[in-house]
């Protein structure tokens, strides 16, 4: 039965030597990291792939691209997963364990679809994928929030990145490689069987402790997290630089492929082969180098230091498209261009973790996580206009997008490191 939040809870970790702050929540967030990566490609590219080999027209497969909604309006029910818990397993367990149980059976549900007769009772579980799969990242996303130190943030969410774009991999060019041999109703049953294997995982993690009450009423979970939010220091300019941080990266990535294909001139196996392939694993790396990086810098040097890199980088777009198609130069900016990506975004989500309220995680963390998608959903159709004027335009004006965030974050150093300190103990 359901029951509302009224206590503090703490459930006891499996292994009460762990602590908090050590060695075992950055493998748990790692792990945790690559089950929120591994349904979204299994929703999108994956999918359209399988549709387009099963013949379906492109105007059903452009249809379909819509079932990704829920990842972008999952900030509507996540005071649900800060109100409510059952079954003993704590508030940010029992949600992971029963989303990756039914993530594990809509994609084994999937495996049973014949798209070459009916595409809809596929579109139909996609959809539901891609709802359980916005349900499990507000859960992921609240867990990493609670169980590191502000120590542990930058190098915590490395480890969550890299995990995230392993699966990635696995569910977008491992999961083609394989159904190009199994096919893909074969593939998508073993990707079933490996998000059965999550739920051991999450099983297995210790629940972050609670120190604060945490809301009684569905109202509280939903207003106060926001009030909460209004009441921090500086939080307009935080909101702010929050959209812009990532504007010149969103910009520039809105038509990447694009630019390649039409712009460059190269052909779909050179782009896969580097751009999917190459680019993955030097965002890994960013990953895993910004995080180590943020033990030394602190919040505000690391966002400063990543996203002066992150310009740069869109420089190498600019020289490239001055330049004409050169593969060599192409593996250079693409692995640049990942490499401190991946650095930024650490900083930038390692923000978003540390303006979170242990009392309001999941639903903080949906809509500062929200907000910061703004920029990547709102400037796909100006990114196309733009590119009408030439792709030197184009890149221009994502390198120029990449400064006002850099200027405001010259004004916020204060905020910053107040938000990089540990928080105070509570009173007794």
């Known amino acids: 039965m359901i029951r509302p939040v009224t206590l503090p809870v703490t459930p006891p970790p499996l292994n009460p030597a762990r602590r908090v702050d050590g060695r075992v929540p950055l493998i748990a967030v790692g792990l945790l990291g690559f089950y929120s990566g591994l349904p979204l490609a299994l929703s999108g590219s994956t999918l359209q792939a399988w549709l387009t080999v099963s013949g379906a027209d492109l105007a059903t497969i452009g249809m379909l691209s819509l079932v990704g909604w829920p990842y972008l309006l999952k900030f509507l029910w996540a005071p649900a997963l800060d109100r409510w818990h059952w079954g003993g397993l704590g508030r940010r367990r029992c949600w992971l364990v029963l989303t990756q149980l039914l993530l594990a059976v809509v994609l084994a549900g999937c495996a049973w679809c014949d798209p070459s007769g009916s595409v809809w009772p596929l579109a139909m579980l996609a959809l539901a994928l891609a709802a359980l799969s916005a349900t499990q990242d507000i859960a992921i996303d609240a867990y990493r929030a609670e169980v590191l130190s502000p120590a542990a943030r930058g190098l915590g969410t490395g480890y969550s990145i890299a995990g995230y774009r392993l699966a990635m991999f696995v569910s977008g060019a491992g999961a083609l490689l394989l159904a190009d041999v199994w096919g893909f109703r074969f593939t998508y049953g073993c990707l079933a069987g490996l998000m059965l294997v999550g739920s051991a995982v999450s099983l297995g993690i210790a629940e972050p402790p609670v120190d604060e009450a945490l809301p009684v009423t569905l109202r509280a979970a939903i207003v106060e997290p926001l009030l909460a939010l209004g009441r921090r220091p500086g939080i307009l300019p935080l909101l702010l630089f ?171 150093r204060g905020v910053l490191d107040a938000l990089d300190q540990p928080a105070a103990a509570p009173e007794p």
Not at 246 to 251: E, I, S, V
Not at 307 to 316: I, R, V
Request: a positive charge; hydrophobic letters at 55%.
């Open 242 to 412: 929050i959209a812009l941080y990532k504007l010149g990266d969103q910009f520039a990535g809105s038509l990447t492929q694009t630019f390649f294909i039409r712009g460059q001139g190269f052909s779909l196996t050179e782009i896969g082969a580097i751009y999917k392939g190459v680019g993955v694993g030097a965002s890994l790396l960013g990953g895993i180098v910004g995080g180590l990086a943020m033990y030394r810098l602190g919040l505000w040097q690391a966002l400063l230091g990543f996203g002066l890199l992150q310009a740069l980088t869109n420089l190498g777009f600019l020289i490239l498209a001055l330049g004409g198609k050169s593969l060599a130069g192409m593996v250079v900016v693409v692995v640049l261009e990942n490499l401190c990506g991946g650095m930024g975004t650490c900083a930038h989500v390692a923000l978003i973790m540390a303006l979170c309220e242990r009392r309001y995680t999941a639903t903080q963390f949906a809509a500062l996580t929200a907000f910061a998608s703004l920029g990547r959903v709102l400037l796909g159709p100006l990114a196309g206009s733009v590119a009408q004027a030439g792709w030197v335009t184009y890149v221009a004006v994502s390198c120029v997008l990449a400064l006002p965030a850099l200027a405001l974050l010259l004004k916020l």
